[in-house]
């Protein structure tokens, strides 16, 4: 299965690049996994919310194929425990899913347009967090949800 992160913007902060780097190596020994960033949009301080997650939306869509199964992170997801999330991964494995293609959006989230081509939205938390600590706590928990997989000693419960 192959595994894409989209992420809109990109990270001010070194060591949240340095870490989501580190997990990225550690998840491509289970998954082919990559990741694919969405140049923030210029002039946006002169758009209205709506126009630009409608921009960002476009360039989201730019990078789906008609088969990815699509999952947002949105507020409005679902929640799941790492062990949750684990098994939503195995299951996609065990359903022989193609690509699975995650998806970080900008500080407004997603437009209509993405919210239509979406087969799953998932929620990292009740709270609200920055969409650069997402990525990391993302990147942190694919990894978890393939070591639970495994049976490897990463995760305790």
């Known amino acids: 299965m192959k595994i894409k992160l989209i992420i809109v913007g990109k ?93 970080i959006g900008g500080a407004y989230g997603f437009s209509q347009d993405v919210y239509k081509r979406v087969d799953t939205k998932l929620s990292v938390s009740k709270m609200t967090f920055s969409h650069q600590s997402v990525r990391l706590i993302f990147a942190e928990q694919l990894y978890r949800a393939f070591t639970i997989i495994n049976g490897e000693p990463y995760h305790h419960e």
């Open 11 to 103: 990270t001010g902060f070194e060591w949240v690049s340095q870490a989501v780097e580190m997990y990225s190596k550690r998840i491509k020994r289970y998954a082919c996994f990559e990741i694919k960033y969405i140049a923030d949009i210029k002039h946006k301080k002169n758009m209205t919310p709506e126009i630009q997650k409608n921009k960002e939306g476009e360039l989201i869509m730019s990078m789906l194929d008609a088969k990815d199964n699509i999952v947002l992170l949105d507020e409005h997801g679902e929640n799941f425990s790492s062990v949750q999330f684990a098994d939503f991964i195995n299951s996609k494995i065990m359903a022989s899913t193609k690509s699975l293609v995650f998806v």
